[in-house]
């Protein structure tokens, strides 16, 4: 019963290739979120769904594009692939923002 | 100015002790205030919550949070190996608004 899912466990690609990597949490939550977590272990936010809403769109290239077809699901697309997008990446929920769960990462290398 | 500001450490204490973990935060409309352990390779999971001032306390972990002061700590009382780990203060505002996360602080318990 995995709470917060998230597929690809592991991504490898060519730099300019396009990748999606789809969250899916069976929580009941109203709230998702994208995070990167980079080398350095630095966890930054990159977007938030609330109830199919963006609330939450930070600073990041817009060859990013999140999608949440529900509020069980939120998947994350990637163009153009760079080598700095090289990170771990985590699906997150939350019921309106309180403690988040979190999916196991998706590891995204560029080569 | 970081929003949220942690101990860079890495802090290292010997099993049995007390370990201390230190947050400061700068928005003052801040109202929740999370922990996060992570181990290496894995995904952030939650430990501690804390609302109100004074002091939380479930099991061997221990949650302080002063507002005046803006700031928050995560004691771990009788320190054991299985604790080492990276660990993630999170401060947000109400409703379902961003968590902003700290840079972490690594903690490791030797035997």
């Known amino acids: 019963d995995t709470a917060v899912s998230q597929t690809p466990k592991y991504l490898v690609t060519q730099m300019g290739n396009d990748k999606s990597i789809k969250c899916e949490q069976n929580l009941g939550h109203d709230t998702m979120y994208w995070y990167k977590q980079d080398s350095k272990k630095f966890l930054k936010i990159m977007f938030s769904?609330?109830?199919?809403?963006?609330?939450i769109n930070e600073t990041v290239p817009n060859r990013f594009s999140p999608k949440s077809p529900d509020k069980a699901h939120l998947n994350l697309h990637i163009n153009s692939l760079e080598l700095g997008d090289s990170a771990v990446y985590f699906c997150?929920?939350?019921?309106?923002?309180?403690?988040?769960?979190f999916g196991p990462g998706t590891r995204l290398t560029v080569l | 100015q970081k929003e949220v500001e942690q101990n860079s450490g890495p802090l290292s204490v010997p099993e049995g002790a007390i370990a201390s973990l230190n947050c400061t935060y700068s928005d003052r409309g801040s109202q929740s205030f999370f922990w996060y352990r992570q181990y290496s390779g894995k995904s952030p999971e939650l430990i501690m919550f804390?609302?109100?001032?004074g002091d939380k306390e479930d099991g061997r972990f221990t949650a302080q949070l002063n507002k005046a002061s803006q700031y928050v700590s995560l004691l771990i009382r009788d320190s054991q190996p299985s604790d080492s780990a990276t660990y993630l203060c999170a401060v947000k505002r109400s409703g379902a608004g961003k968590s902003t996360f700290g840079d972490g602080t690594t903690l490791t318990v030797k035997p």
């Open positions: 804390i609302y109100s001032n």
């Open positions: 769904y609330n109830n199919k809403e963006l609330i």
């Open positions: 997150a929920s939350s019921r309106s923002g309180d403690e988040q769960f």
